[in-house]
């Protein structure tokens, strides 16, 4: 699989604990869109660069006031998790075909928080073949394996992941023609005495060399539909046309 399923985001897992701590939790603002419509597909050669991605994820303009962009914090080694999710699921990594990578700021806003990536791919055998492995019946189960592990690891010795489940559901979820699966992830965690729970809302879109996602997650008050369906339309309208 590629650099694509990545449910939740770990480094701000300690973040996000200290401020449920102070704060209550707030709901994003934003204004109720319409109904998305079908998308067309244009394509470009050669493909997608990291600035040309850079403009097709989550953009300061796609949110309402109140929400504050933070430097995104990319794993170290972004390309491990796929190839032990591909492990997982007996399939191939697409990694090796990898183009370029492009990451949002993480916009904060109270105890929520929205990030995304986009990767381009030299062939168009990739998407479908990400596409397929991240929608079949298998593939929640090896979600859940891979980021548990990696949740375990990045709490240290002061935090203990106490549950962790995924759901993924293929289709678009009733959002934009590009939509392949929304997964949706909870963990239940202790961090120095205290047990939060963090929410995560995982959104995949395709084009026939990118993929991207986009990640809701909170801890207590989730992110307003209003705001994730203008976030969606945004970037599926990106996505859409950049390849």
Same mark, same amino acid.
């Given at each position: 699989? !590629?650099? *694509? @399923? ?6 701000? *897992?300690v973040?996000?604990?200290? &401020?449920?701590?102070l ?7 934003? +204004? ?5 419509? #079908? =998308?067309?597909?244009? #394509?470009?050669v ?16 796609? *949110? ?5 962009a ?7 080694? @972004?390309?491990?998790?796929?190839k ?32 995304? !990536? ?8 990739? %998407? ?5 492995? *991240? #929608? ?6 090896? =979600? ?6 990696r ?8 935090? %203990? ?31 120095n ?5 963090? +929410?995560?809302?995982? %959104? ?18 989730? &992110? ?6 203008? &976030?969606?339309n ?10």
């Open positions: 699989m !590629s650099l *694509l @399923p990545r449910l939740t985001i770990p480094h701000l *897992l973040g996000l604990a200290g &401020v449920a701590l704060a209550s939790g707030c709901s994003g603002g934003g +204004n109720k869109v319409g109904s998305p419509t #079908t =998308l067309p597909v244009a #394509t470009t050669p493909p997608p660069g990291r600035v040309q991605l850079a403009m097709i994820v989550v953009q300061p303009s796609d *949110l309402p006031t109140g929400w504050t933070t430097p995104a914090k990319p794993a170290p080694n @972004p390309e491990a998790e796929p032990a999710f591909a492990q997982c699921m007996g399939t191939t990594s697409s990694a090796a075909d990898l183009v370029a990578i492009a990451y949002s700021p993480d916009y904060v806003h109270g105890t929520q928080v929205v990030s995304s !990536s986009a990767t381009s791919f030299r062939t168009r055998a990739d %998407v479908p073949a990400d596409t397929a492995t *991240l #929608t079949s019946a298998k593939a929640a189960s090896c =979600l859940e394996e891979v980021d548990k592990a949740l375990g690891a990045e709490l240290g010795a002061g935090g %203990v992941v106490k549950s962790y489940s995924v759901k993924v559901t293929p289709g678009t979820g009733g959002g934009a023609a590009n939509i392949v699966a929304i997964a949706t992830a909870t963990a239940t965690y202790s961090e005495g205290h047990s939060l729970t963090l +929410n995560d809302e995982t %959104v995949y879109l395709v084009a026939p060399r990118i993929e991207a996602r986009i990640d809701f997650s909170s801890v207590g008050t989730t &992110v307003s539909d209003a705001t994730r369906l203008a &976030v969606e945004q970037v599926a309208q990106r996505v859409a046309f950049g390849s």
